[in-house]
């Protein structure tokens, strides 16, 4: 199948992408940028390039045209709820301007639950023009992403040993294998009928902070201890961000993770410990003052 995937050079839409790539799919990628390194990538594993940007409404018309599905790959926690609303309405209309492609877009679990944290806000706006729009979709909403503890900052605590989150250390927190994501996306694409005006949210696995530091203590060897992060501090980063963090804190996502797995057997799904070993295990075992 021939799929157009937005935002590939990220971390959403380049797994997406080469999870297609890797089943034989063939994935055209939009980049804003020509000599992207990410994109050359992409490109060393087949896939082709189309230039444009989500901000430009007919580069994404002909990027879209003649391919049988889009996939829009959200932004992150940290993304500008309005610029986000703006590119998805974009990327959905140039869909339906194109052919009408089998559309589907990466929300948020839980952001049709009215929850009033603008991140999931945001991604509602969007799924409601979807809808309106009638074109052909899927939503799908993950959860936090496990690859969250891969940022430099998350790296440099977790080898001084602290596991540091904004959430009570007893708080139960739905997280989420990006390759997981991935996997269902590309099985999506591939049981088209079986998708379509269907809204899935995903998740991998749930655990406690407490939990999460003792399954990264066996993988690094060596005690990571739990730190819970003042709210204070994440407001520094955007009051969006700290509202989210509230919110979870409160109880959070509440993705059936049992039903999902036991429905779809085939997507592999990583619990957080093994995650761990394979993302985290050289980088933990390598402690510093």
């Known amino acids: 199948m021939r799929v157009l995937v937005t935002g590939a050079t990220g971390a959403q839409g380049g797994a997406i992408a080469r999870s297609l790539l890797a089943r034989g799919h063939r994935v055209r990628a939009l980049i804003p940028r020509p000599g992207d390194p990410a994109a050359a990538r992409l490109i060393d594993l087949g896939a082709e390039v189309a230039q444009g940007s989500l901000d430009e409404p007919r580069s994404v018309v002909r990027a879209a045209a003649g391919v049988d599905a889009v996939v829009v ?7 500008a709820a309005p610029a986000e609303v703006r590119r998805g309405i974009i990327v959905a209309e140039a869909v339906k301007a194109a052919g009408g492609a089998h559309l589907v877009y990466t929300s948020a679990a839980s952001a049709d639950r009215g929850t009033g944290v603008p991140h999931l806000e945001g991604k509602a706006a969007v799924e409601r023009h979807i809808a309106a729009l009638g074109v052909p979709c899927t939503i799908l909403g993950p959860v936090h992403l496990m690859e969250s503890l891969l940022s430099p900052a998350s790296l440099h605590a977790l080898r001084r040993g602290v596991l540091a989150v904004p959430l009570p250390e007893r708080c139960p ?13 590309a099985l999506v694409i591939e049981r088209r009928r079986d998708f379509l005006g269907r809204r899935v949210e995903l998740a991998s696995d749930e655990l406690t902070g407490a939990e999460a530091a003792a399954a990264l203590s066996r993988v690094a060897g060596r005690e990571i201890r739990y730190a819970e992060v003042p709210l204070s501090e994440v407001r520094a980063r955007g009051e969006g961000l700290a509202a989210m963090f509230r919110w979870l804190a409160r109880g959070g996502h509440r993705v059936d993770i049992e039903a999902l797995h036991a429905a779809y057997p085939e997507v592999g799904w990583r619990r957080f410990e093994g995650w761990a070993r394979e993302h985290l295990g050289g980088a933990l075992t390598r402690a510093v003052a």
């Open 73 to 79: 790959a959200g932004a992150p926690l940290e993304g």
């Open 173 to 185: 927190f739905q997280q989420l294998a990006t390759d997981d994501m991935a996997r269902f996306a």
